[in-house]
């Protein structure tokens, strides 16, 4: 069984701080894909970042960064000098063949960004 | 090129009707998959398409069915509908079925079941 966890239901932050989100992840399977994606108010799911299970590199992406450690089944993402413009719920999501290769989604973190 | 799109954005039904939703797929995308957003089940899986063929099917009750055109544009269907399907219903497409395909998502269809 596929399982994403997100333990943070909601994180407040004043604009400019650094933040990470957490994922944990739970899977059999040894070939696995991992995906962030952003949904602001308006309703669609942004995708963000796709890592496959035999690509443990770090990743930068201008104020975007992303941990993924295979050793704790984490792939936990860091938004640096955080912007109102953040604010938004994020979710990580799991999808390999053990899972019908559907995405299976965590439950999402709710992440407010104040001035 | 053209985002997801999915039609209408927002519907209004009463128990009992049936509803279907469109989904038009990003160009050169032939993977169809829609899932159901709700605030206490979050995002649920509901079935994949590809080449016309579904693929892969949530665990969700013989109400929810769904097919793709040739033009890999898709839809699905409600029937028989109930106050528990009040949902935000999101499509998403990729080149391909497949774990490594990225899916890239709609604004999805806001149904309100009253």
Known sequence: AQKVTQAQTEISVVEKEDVTLDCVYETRDTTYYLFWYKQPPSGELVFLIRRNSFDEQNEISGRYSWNFQKSTSSFNFTITASQVVDSAVYFCALRATGGGNKLTFGTGTQLKVEL | ?114
């Open chain 2, 1 to 114: 090129k053209a985002g997801v799109t999915q039609t209408p954005r927002y519907l209004i039904k009463t128990r009992g009707q049936q509803v279907t939703l469109s989904c038009s797929p990003i160009s050169g995308h032939r993977s169809v998959s829609w899932y159901q957003q709700t605030p206490g089940q979050g995002l649920q899986f509901l079935f994949e398409y590809f080449s016309e063929t579904q693929r892969n099917k949530g665990n969700f009750p013989g109400r929810f069915s769904g097919r793709q055109f040739s033009n890999s544009r898709s839809e699905m269907n409600v029937s028989t509908l109930e106050l528990g399907d009040s949902a935000l219903y999101l499509c998403a497409s990729s080149l391909a079925p497949g774990g490594g395909e990225t899916q890239y998502f709609g604004p999805g269809t806001r149904l309100l079941v009253l």
